[in-house]
């Protein structure tokens, strides 16, 4: 049951970040709320599962955007680096189930972590992306300005939904 | 053997990785649309269909500005429509020239889908193979050119946008013959470039750039811009510009797909 309702937001982060964020851009970046996912997966799930689902998701938004395989590619990696990020921050031990939470990790810790996720999600994305077009200064904005709003959106779903998954 | 297996587990993440990682290169270096399946992008059945729901919705946004934008096109063509009655009233008899087939149809679609941002920019419109679409049609709206198809299903079209490096548009200046290619440098979404234009060609800041009909998917004249500066070339015997679009790609609601019924052969 609780797979189901996993799915279904997994779901609603996709079809939100496509029908709505994708469309509200600032200095070429926008909200990617589907990192919600990379942030949020439980621990304690395979890491094969992680990498293959991140690769799923990156790949259903690519037919979407016609970017096919750049989002399969910034996912698969994101997903890849979220647990060895995540150890950076918070020892493997004291957070061996369930999902990390502003809660859980506290509130510096929970920053360090999400930033570190973004900042590996952006480079894999637009790194990629820029292969096709070069221009530096516009792709570092772009950079700066997806991690930037994408860091307070989450932060702010993070807060208003923080009494829940305590 | 048993070390490569104990090798591989303990490496199970990051040989995942590894497999994904390059499956989703190779895509990537292979996004051409005309070269890949429908399936791949925007304008299949089942995202086709989705952005058509969502499009029910958001479609009426800017309706006021397209409406001014309609109004303005519309005085316009009426007045080129009586100078043009008017000239050719002079020359010939006009029921009989207006009688003369002329070899393009426009079929009136819905953009369902559009991005701007991304480096490489698609729309999807909700017209396909069943209304008559063909991959390598013109598209443009009201205002001026908006891309060519690129790939069709039964009720969608995948429409490759000006603003995408992967196409290249002829065009040239309205009142020469010498012709140009039309590019988007990927840096802003009002401008593109137009290269290659020999220098010997006389312009000034302000012209208008138009489609040279040389290819099929392009009647002669089609509005593409106007000159906003020339910029250095790559070459020494060739002019660019930076051409400053007229279509509005933020706020693209309806186009209109060009069928040429007498495609010359090539």
């Known amino acids: 049951m609780s797979f189901l309702i996993s799915l279904f937001w997994i779901v609603i982060c996709i079809v939100l970040q496509i029908l709505v964020f994708n469309h509200l851009s600032l200095a070429g970046g926008v909200v990617l709320l589907y990192v919600y996912v990379a942030v949020k997966m439980p621990v304690e799930i395979s890491r094969q599962i992680q990498i293959l689902l991140g690769f799923l998701i990156g790949l259903i938004l690519d037919i979407f955007c016609n970017t096919i395989g750049l989002h399969a590619f ?64 516009a792709l570092l904005l772009k950079i700066i300005s997806s991690i930037a709003m994408t860091f307070v959106f989450l932060i702010a779903i993070e807060m208003a939904t923080r009494r829940k998954s305590v | 053997m048993q070390n490569l297996l104990r090798f591989f587990t303990r490496n199970g993440p990051f040989f995942t990785w590894l497999v994904l990682a390059v499956l989703s290169l190779l895509l990537f270096v292979q996004r051409n649309p005309y070269q890949r399946s429908v399936w791949f992008g925007s304008a ?13 919705v958001s479609g009426y946004f800017g309706l006021r500005a397209i409406n001014e934008d309609l109004l303005v096109r519309l005085g316009k063509l009426e007045e080129e429509n009586l100078l043009l009655r008017q000239q050719v009233r002079n020359h010939i008899d006009l029921d009989s020239a207006l009688l003369a087939p002329v070899p393009y149809r426009f079929v009136v679609a819905h953009v369902v889908q559009n991005s701007i941002i991304q480096a490489e920019n698609y729309l999807t419109i909700d017209k396909g193979t069943e209304d008559g679409i063909q991959v390598g049609m013109g598209v443009a709206d009201h205002n001026g050119i908006v891309g060519q198809v690129a790939k069709t299903s039964n009720h969608f079209s995948l429409v490759i946008s000006v603003l995408n490096p992967l196409l290249q548009t002829s065009s040239c200046l309205k009142n020469s013959e010498s012709i140009g290619s039309l590019v988007w440098d990927g840096a802003n979404p009002l401008y593109a470039r137009l290269n290659n234009v020999p220098r010997n060609v006389p312009f000034e800041i302000g012209d208008t750039v138009i489609t040279t009909g040389f ?19 790559a070459d020494n015997n060739f002019l660019s510009f930076r051409v400053e679009l007229f279509t509005h790609f933020d706020r693209i609601n309806n186009v209109h797909v060009i069928t040429n019924t007498n495609p010359c052969p090539f």
């Open chain 2, 44 to 56: 299949n059945r089942v995202s086709g269909e989705v952005y058509a729901w969502s499009n029910s």
């Open chain 2, 215 to 233: 290819s099929n998917a392009f009647p002669r004249g089609v509005p593409v811009g106007r000159i906003y500066e020339e910029v250095p070339a």
């Open chain 1, 74 to 137: 910034a996912m698969t990696t994101t997903m890849w680096m979220r647990l060895p990020l995540l150890h950076m921050f918070v020892l493997a031990e004291d957070i061996k189930t369930g999902a990390p939470t502003l809660h859980r990790l506290g509130i510096q810790n929970f920053y360090r972590f999400l930033l570190s996720v973004l900042i590996v999600h952006c480079l894999a994305l637009y790194l990629l992306e820029a292969f096709s077009l070069f221009s530096l200064s």
